[in-house]
């Protein structure tokens, strides 16, 4: 890895918000820092690992947001490791998980770990959406929905949390990433919980999946967009009883969301919020 990273730091109106997070939700998975409001404006940071990754990221920006002022810079690489030690606390979810880093993984917790070692892929516990996918299984499997020994596609896997945490509840599955970047970093993680035998981790899409093959839980915390082209093919793998959890839908695109599933033949989900972000979940 370069010893530099690009630092993009974002200035905008706050009015700006939503269209600049889902920006930024489809280009810089792995998160960015929320620096407030300062002289009327929004300010946010994001690092990048490649050069390339932040000329794309600029590009996206001032086509979604014309008026936007972005600003690089380099770092030294190390800076980014050390922030996340500085700004990575344990976070608890419901009463079953408590996603910690990696560093403080033989520290005693009230709830069972999941170990994530943070780099440059979605999936940390502490975007809203990862906390609802996750407290979405933690609730499911309190129901009985979910059970030990069924089977799980975690589609835009990330950092691999979410496969992780089906793992540990005694599912078996499938975490696919189109980025070849986040299936390393999951297979990391997966090693790190003692879960590489239940979690099989590939690069791909949905079309990476054999049509015949059914998943009694799939996951796919991506973006609203990609969920609905994705509808028919998602549907098309989800066996029957089973569940389908979604989120990375913010909260003014969960009905078109949720259209793009029904017409496929599934049942109107539940769907909860946690600020501008969706959750649905299907059971058929």
């Not at 997070?21 to 946010?44: E, F, I, V």
């Not at 690092?47 to 001032?62: D, I, K």
């Not at 297979?187 to 015949?212: F, H, K, Y």
Request: aromatic fraction near 6%; proline fraction near 6%; glycine fraction near 8%.
């Amino acid at each position: 890895m370069e010893n530099k990273l690009t630092r993009l730091d974002i200035s905008f109106d706050p009015e700006l918000d939503d269209t600049v997070t889902a920006t930024l939700y489809l280009h810089t998975p792995w998160g960015w820092q929320d620096n407030g409001l300062r002289d009327g404006l929004r300010r946010l940071t994001v690092h990048f690992g490649r050069p390339e990754q932040s000329a794309e990221t600029e590009a996206a920006l001032l086509d979604a947001c014309p008026a936007i002022v972005l600003q690089t810079s380099s770092e030294d690489n190390a800076d980014w490791g050390s922030a996340w030690k500085k700004y990575f606390t344990p976070i608890p979810i419901g009463s079953r998980f408590v996603v910690v880093p990696s560093w403080l993984r033989d520290e005693p917790q009230g709830a069972q770990p999941i170990v994530i070692e943070p780099k440059m892929a979605f999936g940390t516990g502490h975007h809203q959406t990862t906390a609802l996918c996750l407290g979405a299984l933690d609730r499911l499997s309190s129901e009985g929905v979910i059970l030990p020994g069924q089977s799980f596609l975690d589609l835009g896997t990330g950092s691999g949390i979410l496969g992780i945490a089906a793992a540990k509840l005694g599912l078996s599955g499938l975490g696919l990433d189109i980025d070849p970047v986040a299936v390393d970093n999951a297979r990391e993680n997966a090693a790190l919980n003692s879960v590489e035998d239940r979690l099989e981790l590939d690069a791909g899409s949905i079309d990476a999946v054999a049509p015949g093959r059914r998943f009694d839980c799939i996951l796919a915390n991506i973006l609203a967009n990609p969920l609905i082209d994705l509808a028919e093919d998602i549907a098309a793998r989800l066996a029957s009883p089973g569940v389908l959890v979604l989120s990375g839908i913010l909260r003014e695109q969960a009905d078109r969301v949720a259209s793009a599933y029904t017409v496929q033949g599934l049942s109107a989900p539940d769907i909860s919020f946690s600020g501008e972000w969706a959750l649905l979940v299907f059971r058929t």
